[in-house]
């Protein structure tokens, strides 16, 4: 691995647990204004000093994070369907590795849909980035993507979709933990880290999420939906900040938890823009 390469996954994943918690605000690209993310500037500003990585598309970047900020980005440049489609793998490249590079981007990403109508494209569109990511010193994040089918969540899925895409030279793969997760980890050479997926019942369910991709030996995690849709986000970041570099439990990141919410962390609704 180049220079260059090795500089931003060491932004990415720091020492000294090598890990890294990524905050994921990209949902826009195909679902609009989300719930808790419709103004999204006020949404990531109090959350971008507690995260290691950001990941989010140019429009986002350039609208609403100033060029001050120290968080790695990465930047998702796949896209060009909605969710007002049925089948949600018609994914293009939509933004360029040369955009990417001026934008100082630590990482790109883009999903790919194994066994979708359009799987071909998607790895296809994954093999191509790779090439650009080499020539730019840029890691690609392979996300494998299951559009509407929530149910597709399983090891043997997994494994097979996130082996394929670290075969075709993604850097890092995204993937959504699962009953049986080390068998997906431990078929894939690159480092794994770990989608939030829709809003969970409860704190704890989040932070065993985390606790158990990360004990099966994922990287850290690349969550959404479960930190800021939650009533108290900073608060979240900080226990899951716990759990994937200080090795702490389940028990310790509620106890952080409710010790922040206890100091009086503001809810988002109350966080003003930057
Ligand atoms: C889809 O919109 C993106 O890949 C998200 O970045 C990914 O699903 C992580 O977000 P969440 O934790 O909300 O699933």
Redesign the pocket.
Known sequence: MDWGMRNRMGRMFRAPSGNSVML?V??G???GPTRKLENIRATVAPLLPHADVV?LTRGVLRACVPPESTTPILLRVSGGVTVLQEDLSDEAITTSMHDAARLNVSAVAL?VFVGAPHEHQSLVNLSKLVDDGEDAGIPVMA?T?VGKELEKRDARYLALACRVSAEIGAHIV?TYYCDGFSKVVEGCPVPIVV????KLDSDRAVLELAHGAVAAGARGL?????IWQSEHPVPMLKALRAIVHDKATVRDGLDILEGEKARGARPLAAASPA
Do not use: E, L, Q, T
């Open positions: 994921a990209d949902h690209y195909f679902m990941g999903s996300i993507a995204k989608a939030g997926g829709p690349d969550m959404g939906r479960n």
